[in-house]
């Protein structure tokens, strides 16, 4: 007779006066972590680079997943920088797979845990099982792996960390590289003074409506309790689960190493990546609505990767952020709203700032 | 937070083998009834259905299914017998042959039996992940009913698409019958999850000849298959209770030592494939040669080298020949993977002139022709004390047949040879030259 799969719940984190949602500057960065597991299944030991976002999404993904996971990474920048043959930094068990496989690898992983369980071939509780994929993977090469896995519902969490570029071979335009965002496949020169003219895919959204079934949030390095939060939602939630995570890339975006979390939290109060989590339910956005609201100048004029944007540039990524803020439900500032005219850059630009870290870029 | 529960026995020396995992999987009350009404039974199965019986009886785990024909056949009969409560498997809509291979390659690395399949440009649009899944040692089964390759859109047999991955690590073979077909899937799990193995395997069929046509298959008792196929052990599952790292990131240097591993790995095959062909032999009646059967090849002076479906009516056209006095025999290669070269040499050893019989595209190769016949003459190269004529034959191409007619063509290009002391060409386009 067919053995009862016994599944993990995972309790949650409290984020009171821990997360962002404080409404004074100042406050965002007070007591921002509560008591956390012992459990480190991501360790110290591997290369990836000084700031790196996703090392510090890994390390929190793991640490709310514990002990008992098993763990998929396609190839991508965290397959190269983590795992070097006789080495591993992972404490569980961990498979590399192709990078068009995340969504298929993982999906064979849990259906054959369904079985083993069932048949009576595996003696323990239904492992958390997790594949952490790119957003090359996830939003580009291995969509369509990750669409199948989340329509037939595999109890698992995929989750994307995007660092919006193919960092792993060395900064190459992605889906989710924004507009305007350089690579090395989208230079900006004398004909293409923008560098990157496609606004970026919003792939998140595109899981939430095609897989209505499945737990779909998205969240950043900014907000370590959302995310480890978000994490568990994901694992606790029976069926597939898609987790969306902003991951700066210090090489690939130019920005100072210490500046990782800050801009977690920044490209949200710009309004240029909405943190929600979807409401299977009633079928809703439920969006994290920042205490700050900021120009995107004030994201932008951090990392390197943006400084050959003319105000014409800067103009059309403030009006993608408004849209956002109005898709959230929030007022858009009249300030912000003043920043859809390039004329406001322009007067910005010869007044206030100057941008002092762009000067580097494509030096 | 999370606690992972621990077996005891795995403290000791070789606490890795004693895992629960051992067990055996269960199987479904109405499995268990239906498996027991068929013992003894001879069904008339085609070869899709005859494979899909063979997965029933190993009770695999994961299945992973994507429609193309003519193997698609497989994954019906299997989708039913799920349907029926007679197997209980998790069977995945893959989206996709790569995902299909994926997700069976997941299922193989946490420990999972998992089977796929495949034709036609559904092998190859998989390519990436053979290599991938032979090299992680991960013993999945993959059915084959071959289709030939776009363009344009034809569905005939055709052996080039599992041809085509015949360099990449698996155990490769054709089955000639249904009743070939469901004891190839068996002999094939026995060896590739046998831990001195450890390989994926491609079961291949002619699709239509031996995929939709329909055959006498003797069905065994559940006992006797569980008791000739072990549960399947992976000795470095990806279990919490054991953490290990899959497929780490080399450095250049240290490519060489494992590639040469890979290259043992195949070779290691060889006694095993033996061995396991001999035991099922030895459980079920029905005894094949490890690799190549020989057709009246004791006193034969040409002989044709041939795979898979077609052989049977190569065996007609050789017994007609002989009536003939043409001192005429067919060996055929039951396995293409590893390659059997001291076999063929072997059954070979009083033969003139062969000729590979080609049912495969092998463009701008050293022949100019098929695929099989460089594989032969290498074998052969070092054949002693004189090494026989070789050539090759192309026919049955884009699924056509290969009557007698053509054998007979092909019997008599060899006698030219033999008379000649040397062959005309190295290939032969059947149907098209005088």
């Not at chain 1, 965290?78 to 080495?87: G, I, K, P």
């Not at chain 1, 995310?227 to 100072?256: D, E, I, S």
């Not at chain 2, 460089?374 to 026919?395: C, E, I, N, Q």
């Amino acid at each position: 007779m067919a053995h009862e799969v016994v599944r993990h719940q995972l309790p949650l984190f409290d984020e009171e006066g821990r997360s962002a949602a404080t409404d004074d500057e100042a406050g965002r960065d007070r007591h921002y972590l509560p008591d956390l597991p012992d459990e480190d299944p991501y360790a110290a030991g591997h290369r990836t680079c000084a700031g790196c976002g996703p090392a510090i999404q890994y390390r929190w993904v793991l640490k709310a997943a514990g002990n008992d996971s098993v763990l998929a990474g396609p190839t991508g920048c965290m397959y190269v920088a983590n795992s070097t043959y006789l080495c591993t930094p992972y404490t569980v068990p961990w498979a590399h797979t192709p990078i068009a496989s995340g969504g298929s690898f993982t999906s064979g992983m849990a259906a054959g845990y369904e079985a083993m369980i069932r048949k009576g071939r595996y003696p323990g509780q239904y492992p958390n099982i997790i594949v952490m994929a790119g957003d090359g993977s996830a939003s580009d090469i291995g969509l369509g792996a990750i669409s199948g896995a989340l329509y037939r519902n595999h109890d698992a969490l995929f989750v994307c960390y995007d660092n919006e570029c193919y960092a792993n071979t060395g900064i190459q335009t992605s889906p989710t590289t924004p507009y305007a965002g350089m690579t090395t496949f989208t230079p900006f020169g004398k004909a293409i003074p923008e560098g990157k003219k496609l606004p970026p895919k919003n792939l998140a959204k595109m899981m939430a409506e095609g897989h209505p079934h499945c737990y779909v949030a998205t969240t950043t390095v900014g907000y370590p309790v959302d995310l480890m939060n978000k994490t568990r939602k994901g694992l606790n939630h029976v069926g597939a689960a898609f987790l969306h995570c902003y991951t700066p890339c210090q090489k690939g975006w130019v920005y100072q190493t210490s500046m990782t979390v800050e801009l977690g939290r920044r490209v949200v109060e710009a309004g240029l990546f909405p943190v929600w989590e979807y409401d299977l339910e009633n079928r809703t956005y439920h969006y994290f609505h920042p205490p700050v609201q900021r120009p995107v100048t004030d994201y932008l004029a951090m990392q390197g990767r943006f400084g050959h944007m003319l105000p014409e540039h800067v103009a059309t990524m403030q009006r993608a952020a408004n849209q956002n803020f109005r898709d959230m439900g929030m007022d858009v500032p009249a300030e912000l709203v003043a920043g859809e005219d390039p004329e406001h850059h322009k007067r910005l630009a010869e007044e206030t700032y100057s941008m002092p870290l762009n000067r580097g870029v494509g030096a | 937070m999370t606690t992972v529960h621990v077996e005891g026995g795995l403290t000791g020396p070789n606490g890795a083998g004693q895992l629960a995992r051992l067990a055996r999987g269960s199987r479904t009350p109405d499995g268990e009834q239906f498996l027991a009404g068929l013992a003894g039974q001879k069904l008339r199965l085609n070869g899709c259905a005859a494979a899909a019986y063979a997965a029933l009886y190993a009770n695999v785990d994961v299945i992973a299914a994507y429609p193309i024909r003519p193997y698609t056949a497989i994954m019906m009969n299997l989708s039913q017998f799920i349907a029926d409560g007679i197997l209980d498997a998790e069977y995945l809509h893959a989206d996709g042959e790569h995902s299909q291979l994926s997700a069976a390659f997941g299922a193989g690395s946490c420990g999972a039996r998992a089977f796929t399949g495949s034709s036609g440009v559904g092998v190859t649009y998989a390519y990436e992940m053979y290599s991938i899944i032979s090299g992680a040692r991960i013993p999945i089964q993959m059915s084959i009913a071959d289709r030939t390759l776009d363009p344009p859109g034809d569905f005939g047999s055709e052996h080039t698409d599992a041809l085509c991955t015949r360099d990449m690590g698996w155990l490769l073979g054709w089955a000639a019958t249904p009743q070939e077909v469901f004891d190839k899937s068996l002999i094939a799990y026995a060896i590739g999850e046998d831990p001195r193995v450890l390989l994926p395997q491609m079961v291949v069929q002619d699709g239509y000849f031996v995929s939709h046509i329909a055959g006498e298959v003797d069905m065994p008792s559940a006992v006797a298959v569980d008791d000739y196929l072990p549960p399947y052990q992976l000795p470095f599952a990806l279990d919490p209770r054991r953490p290990v790292s899959h497929g780490p990131q080399i450095h250049p240097e240290q490519g060489p030592p494992l590639q040469l591993e890979r290259a043992r790995a195949m070779e290691d095959a060889i006694p095993v494939i033996r061995e396991k062909t001999d035991a099922f032999g030895t459980a079920f009646g029905r005894h094949y040669t490890h690799f190549v059967e020989e057709y009246i090849l004791a006193d034969a002076e040409i002989a044709l080298v041939i795979s898979g479906g077609h052989a049977v009516t190569c065996r007609a056209a050789v017994r007609q020949l002989r009536e003939r006095g043409i001192k005429i025999g067919m060996a055929r290669l039951l396995w293409v993977r590893p390659f059997p070269s001291d076999d063929l040499r072997q059954a070979l050893r009083g033969v003139k002139a062969v000729g590979v019989v080609e049912t495969n595209l092998g463009l701008g190769g050293a022949s100019y022709g098929g695929i099989l016949s460089l594989d032969v003459t290498t074998a052969l190269y070092h054949a002693s004390p004189k090494r026989p004529l070789v050539t090759a034959f192309m026919a049955g191409l884009g699924g056509e047949t290969v009557p007698v007619a053509e054998f007979d063509w092909m019997a008599g290009k060899l006698g030219q040879a033999l008379q000649r002391g040397s062959v005309e060409k190295a290939t032969h386009w059947v149907g098209f030259e005088k």
